[in-house]
């Protein structure tokens, strides 16, 4: 016999209306001790790194560069449906500087949006939308 369940749909775009403040990640969806998170995004974030995180970020309208200290292959430059993951431990700065993006971010539910740094942009609590 089968239980009842609760289950729907996300429509990314719709959720990622549902806020306006940039750098401030909102939870959309948890899946094996992940959380699925949407982000928007202007101007320059900060080097940071996360020890022990891999961060991957997919993003959904517009453009960022994802900064790396030391990278051979220079900064990363994602447009629309590009993704790029960040692997643990690497010192990374993603930036918007040619208007708003959007991106969805996958992490350990573990991840602090400013890796050990802590200072205005710094995120510890986040809201579920």
Not at 68 to 97: C, Q, S, T, Y
Request: hydrophobic content about 35%.
């Amino acid at each position: 016999m089968s239980s009842t369940t609760n289950l729907s749909k996300v429509n990314v775009y719709e959720k990622a209306s549902l806020f306006t403040a940039h750098w401030t990640p909102k939870i959309i969806g948890e899946l094996n001790g992940q959380h699925v998170k949407l982000a928007k995004l202007l101007g320059e974030f900060g080097w940071h790194s996360h020890k022990d995180e891999d961060e991957l970020f997919l993003v959904l309208k517009g453009q960022v560069v994802i900064q790396l200290r030391n990278n051979e292959n220079g900064d990363i430059h994602l447009n629309e449906g590009d993704m790029f993951i960040v692997p643990k431990g690497v010192e990374h700065n993603p930036k918007a500087e040619n208007g708003e993006c959007t991106v969805m971010l996958f992490e350990p539910a573990s991840t602090v949006n400013t890796g050990a740094e802590r200072n205005d942009k710094t995120q510890i609590e986040l809201e579920h939308i």
